[in-house]
T-cell receptor, first 114, second 110 residues
Framework: SAVISQKPSRDICQRGTSLTIQCQVD?????MFWYRQQPGQSLTLIAT???????TYESGFVIDKFPISRPNLTFSTLTVSNMSPEDSSIYLC????WGGGEQFFGPGTRLTVL | QQQVKQSPQSLIVQKGGISIINCAYE??????FPWYQQFPGKGPALLIA?????SEKKEGRFTISFNKSAKQFSLHIMDSQPGDSATYFC?????????FGAGTQVVVTP
């Protein structure tokens, strides 16, 4: 399985500010995804990070609020923009390898918005 | 609209017992069904997964049973250990996009 790291691991931010979360994988992968896990809840897919093109967002998530970049096959960023307390969640990146199917998650970024 | 329904919400089992978690789905386009284990403060870890052309898959103490016609699948944890105490999520995938169940908190008592 791939080794996935996320930065920062946690942060406390003020309302109205933005935070960029980084996801780094130790090997090239085909697919990268971003998920949100609200406190005590399940995971919800935010978007698919496409290498070299715009991300594909799920219903309820928009690019202006969650801009995503994926400059190469091992790295992606998610920005949470104009934050409000409702954005307090754990944000997780996941990757799918070349064989397809198996998807592995990073350790997550725990975000608290005051 | 929750595409994957998971039950029970929580489960208490004695050490050595069997934990059973059930999931059901509606979308027949799903083609991959993984189970994840999550400990507090950690990301979900892939436990075991199955594709719809197989009815059962076993890895160590963990077994997935899959019923394609009923659109149901389940996780069995045999000989449950205190270290298995965690939250378990079933999921279903179409084109790599995972839809997760609500999760089951499993507590294994000594």
């Amino acid at each position: 399985s791939a080794v996935i790291s996320q930065k920062p691991s946690r942060d406390i931010c003020q309302r109205g500010t933005s935070l960029t979360i980084q996801c780094q994988v130790d090997s090239q992968v085909t697919m990268m995804f971003w998920y949100r896990q609200q406190p005590g809840q399940s995971l919800t897919l935010i978007a698919t990070a496409n290498q070299g093109s715009e991300a594909t967002y799920e219903s309820g998530f928009v690019i202006d609020k969650f801009p995503i970049s994926r400059p190469n096959l091992t790295f992606s960023t998610l920005t949470v923009s104009n934050m409000s307390p409702e954005d307090s969640s754990i944000y997780l990146c996941s990757v799918e390898g070349w064989g397809g199917g198996e998807q592995f998650f990073g350790p997550g970024t725990r975000l608290t918005v005051l | 609209q929750q595409q994957v329904k998971q039950s029970p919400q929580s489960l208490i089992v004695q050490k050595g017992g069997i934990s059973i978690i059930n999931c059901a789905y509606e979308n027949t386009a799903f083609d991959y069904f993984p189970w994840y284990q999550q400990f507090p403060g950690k990301g979900p870890a892939l436990l075991i997964a199955i594709r719809p052309d197989v009815s059962e898959k076993k890895e160590g103490r963990f077994t997935i049973s899959f019923n394609k016609s009923a659109k149901q699948f389940s996780l069995h944890i045999m000989d449950s250990q205190p270290g298995d105490s965690a939250t378990y999520f079933c999921a279903a995938s179409s084109w790599g996009k995972l839809q997760f169940g609500a999760g089951t908190q499993v507590v294994v008592t000594p």
